[in-house]
């Protein structure tokens, strides 16, 4: 089995782990050695059999090791994995078993999907994408270092940009074009495109004032 490290120690973290797990028990595959973390006490309280090897930034272990990113801030992600590729880090997806991908789909480094998880007919995601339970129509792009969130409804042929946030039961109509660094809050439904930088929320979604 392939020695395996998570990035981070927080909720995404730990929930990663289970999925990790459940693919262990379809077939072996990985010896989850532990979570790298810059906060020492991440993990207190929590119960988890599993510790923390040491921080992050100061991380200098990579041979023989596979690295799953367990964080789900989007400009977080970004650094960390940047940081850690350049020391030579190689990051793998975390793929639970019953995640459905088309066989036209396609994903880059890092993709974590959660259970249910749904990628349609000839849909692009990026890099270090994190999708929880919600579903990636046909023909969409998800940029770089996105994250969307349980029950969402990404539909046909829209375009995410890089770190996108998407927040839990929101819906975007088909063929929209979000730009980068977008919050979309949660339960929203979004039937405009979103230019660069915005945070937007409600039924319908509008900008939020000072964000």
């Known amino acids: 089995m392939k020695k395996l490290i998570i990035v981070g120690a927080g909720g995404h973290a730990r929930e990663m782990l289970e999925w990790v797990k459940d693919i262990n028990k379809l077939k072996p595959t990985w010896d989850f050695c532990g979570f790298i973390d810059d906060d020492a006490e991440a993990l207190n309280g929590t119960g988890c059999e599993y510790s923390i090897l040491g921080g992050i930034r100061e991380w ?13 801030q989007p400009g977080t992600k970004e ?23 088309a066989e036209n789909a396609s994903y880059g480094l890092g993709f974590v999907a959660y ?17 929880l339970s919600s579903k990636i129509s046909h023909d969409c ?14 539909n046909g042929n829209t375009v995410l940009g ?23 809050g949660l339960g929203s439904i979004v039937i405009k495109d979103i230019p660069n ?4 929320f409600g039924n319908p979604a509008r900008p939020i004032p000072g964000k």
């Open 79 to 101: 650094k960390v994995a940047t940081m850690l590729q350049q020391k030579g880090a190689e990051f793998v997806p975390i793929i639970h078993p019953t995640v459905r991908i």
């Open 141 to 154: 792009i998800i940029g770089d270092y996105c994250t969307i969130l349980s029950y969402c409804g990404v």
């Open 197 to 200: 930088n915005v945070h937007v």
């Open 162 to 184: 890089k770190r996108v946030f998407v927040g839990n039961h929101a819906t975007m109509v088909q063929g929209l074009r979000i730009g980068d660094d977008v919050t979309i």
């Open 115 to 131: 259970p249910g998880a749904y990628v349609c007919s000839n849909a692009q995601i990026g890099d270090f994408v994190t999708l």
């Open 60 to 72: 200098c272990h990579f041979d023989g090791f596979f690295f799953a990113m367990g964080i789900a």
